[in-house]
C-alpha cells in the first residue's frame, strides 16, 4: 500500500494558479489509479479529478474541466494537480488519493479507494 503526502496548498486570488503535489512512498504506486477530492467547510468530500494507471487517462468533475490539469509522474511517484482561473468556490481542503481501479468514473475511483493524503489547504479570495 502506499502512503501520500500533499503540498503546494495556500492562499490565492481569484483567477490566480496553484499547483498541488502528491507525493507517494511505496513500490505499487504505478499500478493505482490517482484522483484529487476536495472537501469545503460543512460540505461533503467531492470528487475533482483522477489519473489511471493502465494507459494515459483523466476523469474530471464539470466544475472544473478546462480550469484544472492532473497529471502524474510514475518515475517520481508523483501527481500534480495544476489549478488555473481559480474562483472562490474552489475554496477548501484537497486531498490525494489512490485507488484500485482500471475505470476511473467516480462512481468507479470511489469503490476502489485505499488510501487517502491528509490534505492540503486551497483558499481562494475573491
Known amino acids: 500500500q502506499v502512503q501520500l503526502v500533499e503540498s503546494g496548498g495556500g492562499l490565492v486570488q481569484a483567477g490566480g494558479s496553484l499547483r498541488l503535489s502528491c507525493a507517494a512512498s511505496?513500490?505499487?504506486?504505478?499500478?493505482?489509479?490517482m484522483g484529487w477530492f476536495r472537501q469545503a467547510p460543512g460540505k461533503e468530500r467531492e470528487f475533482v479529478a483522477a489519473?489511471?494507471?493502465?494507459?494515459?487517462?483523466?476523469n474530471y468533475d464539470d466544475s472544473v474541466k478546462g480550469r484544472f490539469t492532473i497529471s502524474r509522474d510514475n518515475a517520481k511517484n508523483m501527481v500534480y494537480l495544476q489549478m488555473n482561473s481559480l474562483k472562490p468556490e474552489d475554496t477548501a481542503v484537497y486531498y490525494c488519493?489512490?485507488?484500485?481501479?482500471?475505470?476511473?468514473?467516480?462512481?468507479?475511483?470511489?469503490?476502489?479507494?485505499?488510501?487517502w493524503g491528509q490534505g492540503t489547504p486551497v483558499t481562494v479570495s475573491s
Open positions: 488519493a489512490a485507488a484500485r481501479t482500471v475505470e476511473i468514473r467516480e462512481r468507479d475511483f470511489r469503490r476502489g479507494l485505499e488510501v
Open positions: 511505496g513500490r505499487t504506486f504505478s499500478s493505482y489509479a
Open positions: 489519473f489511471g494507471w493502465t494507459r494515459i487517462h483523466t
